[in-house]
């Protein structure tokens, strides 16, 4: 019968490169947890209107990139393209604002949808860990979520990685550079994409996303929304670059950055990395301050700023680098009954070591060879072979192997974590 695949743009993570998704979300919620931030798990199913409203129908991601379909029950429902909206819709809802000591910290981790072209760094199905900080406007809330977000990259073992920073300035700032945008692209749009022409239409803003290389050149002489922030807004964006700096965080300005969701305003920012093979996956991460979002949501007036990281990319610049070879999943034991009479005792054994002395086991349950027990056990990896036969099950004891010297203790089952324990121990200090 033919193999049915998975979904194009979808990928299967299991192995090793799974361990390495659990060690940098792991190793990111810590840094959250630092940071003083606390979980929230979203649904994956929203109603469209949290995106179309949230995150703006001139963004590429709604028109273009959501999955979205009828239930049974004929409403419109989206696969989440991104957290920041259903967080926002979550907390006007269940008016968190109002039950909380403002700013709200809150971090998120799961998968997200959207319906890109797949290539190097681009899935539809892709995973993505995320900060909100929601209530106060002070620039320093800003300065905070880069310096976790650098914090994290840091501690992953990156090295050299390039923040750019710009800003997009407040609503007048703004409305102003649109204004400047529009004339200056009215001149050009009928000889750039077809893309730019509906952006042109929808919000000239977007324009300066594109990619396409014959749209480069009118886009590099466009205006720069430097030329349009209103003294505020200049005021708060240098705060900000003089906090990063006295932090030691650094940066790049970078004017053409405008990021693909309506939402944000003042800061924004994406994080890039060049592998140590050269490859460039595009941001490892992004975002920035967003002021209207939770208002177009029903909720009061609070402004926000937060950061999204992408899963894929993270785990793919640390593999390219190498900084993913010291993760480890080996066995601490593997039990080994001799006969199916010993099979429930080694069991007990393997419960007992796990449960009570919080090591990782794995135990052979299928009446294998002894040479075929050794095998399995050095393919994965354990540190000893703990072998029970009807001896061992008569006297409740253990013999432990250890598989690398290949000494041989008996040991009483009562006394089997103490003496894992003494073990361990003097390894970690040879180490
Ligand atoms: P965004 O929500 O567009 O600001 O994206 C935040 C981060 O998610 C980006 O910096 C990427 O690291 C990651 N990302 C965005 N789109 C994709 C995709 N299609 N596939 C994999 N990662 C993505």
Do not use: W
Not at 92 to 103: F, G, I
Not at 272 to 293: E, F, N, P, Q, W
Not at 313 to 322: F, I, P, T
């Amino acid at each position: 019968m033919e193999i049915i695949k998975n979904v194009k743009g979808t990928h299967d993570i299991y192995g090793e490169e799974n361990n390495a998704y659990e060690m940098v979300e792991n190793l990111m919620k810590s840094v959250a947890e630092l940071y003083a931030y606390h979980g929230v798990r979203p649904p994956v199913l929203e109603s469209n209107s949290v995106f179309v409203r949230g995150v703006g129908s001139s963004s590429d991601i709604v028109r273009k990139e959501m999955y979205t379909f009828k239930d049974h029950g004929d409403r419109d429902i989206t696969l989440r393209p991104e957290f920041t909206a259903g967080i926002m819709r979550m907390v006007v809802q269940n008016k968190l604002y109002a039950t909380n000591e403002l700013p709200l910290k809150l971090y998120y981790l799961g998968p997200v949808f959207r319906y890109e072209r797949p290539q190097l760094g681009r899935y539809r199905q892709f995973n993505q860990f995320g900060v909100e900080c929601i209530g106060h406007a002070s620039y320093m809330q800003d300065v905070d979520v880069i310096a976790m977000a650098y914090t994290i990259l840091t501690s992953l073992g990156l090295d050299g990685v390039t923040i750019k920073i710009n800003t997009l300035g407040d609503d007048e700032s703004r409305n102003n550079y649109r204004e400047a945008l529009k004339s200056y692209f009215a001149k050009h749009i009928r000889n750039m994409c077809e893309d730019c022409k509906t952006r042109f239409e929808l919000n000239p803003l977007r324009i300066l996303d594109c990619k396409v290389p014959e749209d480069r050149p009118y886009i590099d002489n466009a205006p720069v929304i430097n030329d349009y922030l209103s003294e505020s807004s200049k005021e708060r964006f240098s705060k900000v670059l003089n906090a990063l700096e006295t932090l030691q965080i650094p940066y790049e300005i970078d004017s053409s950055l405008v990021r693909g969701l309506d939402y944000y305003s003042e800061t924004v920012f994406e994080f890039h990395y060049k592998s140590k093979k050269g490859i460039d996956y595009g941001a490892v991460g992004a975002g920035g301050h967003y002021g209207k979002l939770m208002s177009e949501l029903g909720g009061p007036d609070y402004p926000g700023v937060g950061f999204s990281f992408g899963i894929e990319r993270v785990v793919s610049v640390l593999k390219d680098d190498e900084l993913l070879e010291n993760i480890k999943d080996e066995l601490d034991a593997y039990v080994m009954p001799l006969g199916e009479e010993s099979n429930l005792y080694a069991e007990e054994i393997a419960v007992f070591l796990r449960n009570s002395g919080g090591y990782r086991v794995d135990v052979c349950a299928d009446n294998c060879k002894m040479g075929a027990m050794f095998k399995r056990a050095s393919t994965k990896g354990a540190k000893y072979a703990l072998i029970v036969g009807e001896t061992e099950v008569n006297e409740q004891t253990v013999v432990i192997k250890d598989l690398q010297t290949q000494e041989q203790n008996k040991v009483k089952v009562e006394e089997l974590v103490t003496k894992f324990d003494e073990l361990f121990n003097s390894s970690k200090e040879e180490e």
